[in-house]
């Protein structure tokens, strides 16, 4: 196999087919073939996480993935969390609990968070899972508590029965699990009052 | 450099036999680089220091994959990844140090990739997995075109980075053996953090005891202090056949000095790691057993 390779891959819902050299880092073919630049570089050698894609649905570090292994899979970036340009739960509480500042990790931190949330389904995970679902992305802003309690928020938000009041469980103070019950409230409101978005954006995206 | 990768070949054989084929020695191309999981492959690929320019995809190979837990042994196929480690049921069970050395490779995004075989025939002497393989005598099975063989783990490295293979072999599985039923398995590794840390100093222990309690079985292996993963042999030593006791221990300290050769590198110093490996044996043999601290 030399040369280049006809690669097919579903990229957020969409199959994709790029012609591209088989040890093309996955993370490039995303940003340079497809123009999926959501996902971004950062230290190029596995340990900061920027570059996390869901591939078969598990988080990898897409600087470390030749294309060639990804052919024929399924790919998830930080594109394809939105439902229909609407923000995903987990980015409407990114949002309202200010756990994004530069937003260089943040696309990979989603990409981690959202793999947690749905092995979790539906429960809220503790303080401690998160921590451990998202050791593998550095960010060098938030000190990581605003991001452990979107994460958690959006789990809270989600829950058809949430109560803000049980949503604080798992977290290591009384504090974080006030600000997790609160930012919870904001998302799930914030959800419901988003704006419907444009036709024109929503047929692009759903070609 | 990246824009070299454009310029890369990847041979993807189907078969375990195919992949032996174009590992065998021919005059005409360059042999190629196995290339799995990528995970410390692609960071030299990166930085722009390998200068191979055709790879071996084994990641399509299912001879290289799957996990058998026999009686006597788990076996783990090449391709067996630090995700799927942590995770079985029977090996959290009955390996459980290697178990919790899976879950400290990286971070979830690299134990979702990175190989056994991987940390194995990549031979850093701080590869996480490697203290247990040595304390739990795994071996290593390989095969060439010209037949397959088992090398015991503890025989695998003739020194930094070099290993007792040859060119044209690639790892096929590694057995674990089951310790004796009531053994005591640990693992530790210290690093700057929790995740995604190269180790300080890494450690795994393995304990057993006859019914007079004395210690049979005394397995102290080590990596990041050595140019290879190692056995503290003469600390091993003060433990055989005695009951517990503070004073083993403490023979056994003072052994471990003539067993490591810790050195200073970027991450940590000699003095800090022979302190720490120190530390790491102390803290096994107590969680082994409580009367090695009597007295203390």
Redo the contacts between chains.
């Keep these: ?2 040369g280049r390779v006809d690669l097919k891959l579903v990229v957020n819902g969409r199959a994709r087919r790029v012609l591209v ?5 996955l993370l ?1 073919v995303l940003r340079q073939d497809l123009g999926l630049t959501g996902t971004k570089e950062g230290c ?4 900061c ?1 920027a570059c ?1 894609v869901l591939l078969d649905g ?4 897409s ?4 294309a ?2 990804a052919d024929g899979q399924k790919v998830v970036t930080v594109e394809g969390l939105a439902v229909r340009s609407k923000l995903s739960r987990l980015q409407q509480a990114f949002v309202e609990m200010g756990a994004a500042q530069c937003g260089i990790c943040t696309p990979g931190i989603l990409v ?1 968070a959202r ?1 947690l949330l749905a092995r979790s389904s539906g429960r809220v995970p503790s303080e401690a899972e998160v921590r ?2 998202l ?4 960010c060098r802003c938030t000190g990581y508590q605003k991001i452990v309690d979107a994460v958690r928020a959006a789990a809270a938000a989600g829950r058809r029965t949430s109560k803000p009041r049980r949503a604080g469980r798992g977290a290591r103070t009384a504090s974080a699990a006030r600000r997790v019950a609160s930012g919870a409230r904001r998302t799930a409101s914030a959800a419901r009052l988003a704006p419907a978005r444009r036709a024109g954006a929503r047929s692009r995206r759903r070609a | 450099m ?1 824009s070299a ?8 054989p189907r078969r375990l036999t195919e992949a032996l084929s174009e590992m065998a020695e021919a005059a005409s191309r360059e042999r190629p680089t196995p ?1 799995a ?3 410390d492959l ?2 030299y ?3 722009g220091e390998l200068g191979a320019t055709r ?1 071996l ?1 084994l ?1 399509g190979l299912r001879e290289l994959r799957g996990i058998q837990v026999r009686r006597d042994a788990v076996v783990l196929g090449a391709l067996t990844t630090f ?1 799927e480690i942590r995770t079985h049921p029977a090996i959290v069970r009955r390996l459980p140090s290697l178990a919790a050395a899976a879950a400290e490779v ?5 134990q ?2 990175a190989t056994i075989a991987g940390n194995v025939a990549n031979a850093s002497p701080a590869g996480d997995s490697l203290p247990v393989l040595l304390a739990h005598d795994a071996v290593v099975h390989v095969r060439s075109v010209r037949g397959e063989r088992a090398i015991p783990f503890e025989r695998l490295y003739t020194g930094y980075r070099t290993l007792a293979t040859d060119p044209d072999e690639l790892i096929t599985a590694i057995s674990i053996p089951t310790p004796p039923s009531g053994a005591f398995a640990f693992f530790r590794k210290v690093g700057t953090r ?3 840390s190269i180790s300080k100093v890494v450690f795994a222990g393995l304990l057993a005891s006859d019914k007079r309690h004395r210690s049979v079985l005394v397995r102290f292996a080590y990596g990041s202090v050595a140019p290879t993963p190692v056995r503290a042999r003469n600390a091993e030593q003060a433990l055989i056949g005695e009951p517990p006791s503070a004073a083993a221990a403490a023979r056994a300290q003072q052994a471990l000095a003539r067993d490591i050769a810790p050195i200073d590198d970027i991450r940590s110093e000699r003095d800090y790691r022979m302190t720490v490996a120190g530390n790491v044996l102390d803290q096994f043999l107590r969680a082994a057993d409580p009367r090695f601290m009597r007295g203390s």
């Design positions: 196999m030399t050299p088989p040890m093309k880092r490039d190029g050698e596995g340990e996480g996390t598990v988080s990898v570090n600087c470390l993935v030749p060639f292994q981690s793999e451990e679902a050791a593998g992305n550095l | 990246r990768l454009s310029k890369l070949e990847v041979v993807r290339i999981g990528g995970t692609f960071v690929l990166n930085a790879y995809d990641l995700h990286g971070a979830l995004q690299i979702h990739r929790r995740a995604q």
